[in-house]
């Protein structure tokens, strides 16, 4: 082979955090591109109550590196 993946950091995860509109259960998934704070999802189904619209609350962002 003449590509290798490069090493990923495993803790550098983004995490989105939605609130469901309709039961307001707060839920978390892994960041995706286009994500922000206060935009309205649609399309991802709350575990609680199975409702597709869910607001984004919050954004995780972990620090990139530790610079000891
Ligand atoms: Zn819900």
């Known amino acids: 082979m003449s590509w290798?993946?490069?090493?990923?950091?495993?803790?550098?995860?983004t995490i989105t955090?939605?609130?469901c509109m309709e039961c307001g259960a707060e839920n978390s998934r892994?960041?995706?591109e286009w994500d922000y704070i206060?935009?309205?999802v649609?399309?991802?189904k709350c575990p609680k109550c199975g409702g597709t619209r869910s607001?984004?609350?919050?954004i995780y962002v972990p620090e990139k590196?530790?610079?000891k």
């Open 4 to 13: 290798a993946p490069r090493p990923r950091e495993k803790m550098a995860q």
């Open 17 to 19: 955090f939605l609130k």
């Open 30 to 32: 892994p960041f995706i």
């Open 38 to 40: 206060f935009k309205i």
């Open 42 to 44: 649609e399309g991802e």
């Open 55 to 58: 607001k984004i609350v919050n």
């Open 65 to 67: 590196k530790e610079t």
